[in-house]
Nanobody, 123 residues
């Protein structure tokens, strides 16, 4: 059974950092593109960043440029989202999703999704 599990969410003060993890089970990530998404209360789910199987990146949200980075460790079968200089508007449930090889342009082109982890940025 293909499964993605997110972890690392929590409560952080504005200006702080968090690192989210997306771990795969039932398959290996090395041939997958993995994207991170978020959904704030009352808003649609939006793409954040994606990393392809070859390590190339795609930024979906301009608001995270210079603050968030995505990386992968195939040996650990995990993709990470490093979030720095967090703002209250980054508060959301963060999801990871996967598909073969390449980062797609559209959110509905991902094939499998995790259950999400809550990130709250507040003083």
């Amino acid at each position: 059974q293909l499964q993605l599990v997110e972890s690392g969410g929590g409560l952080v003060q504005p200006g702080g950092s968090l690192r989210l993890s997306c771990a795969a089970s039932g398959f290996t990530l090395d041939s997958s593109a993995i994207g991170w998404f978020r959904q704030a209360p009352g808003k649609e789910r939006e793409g954040v960043l994606c990393i392809s199987s070859s390590g190339g990146g795609l930024t979906y949200a301009d608001s995270v440029k210079g603050r968030f980075t995505i990386s992968r460790d195939n040996a650990k079968n995990t993709v990470y989202l490093q979030m720095n200089t967090l703002k209250p508007e980054d508060t959301a449930i963060y999801y990871c999703a996967g598909r073969h090889y390449h980062c797609p342009a559209a959110i509905d082109e991902y094939d499998y999704w995790g259950q999400g982890t809550q990130v709250t940025v507040s003083s």
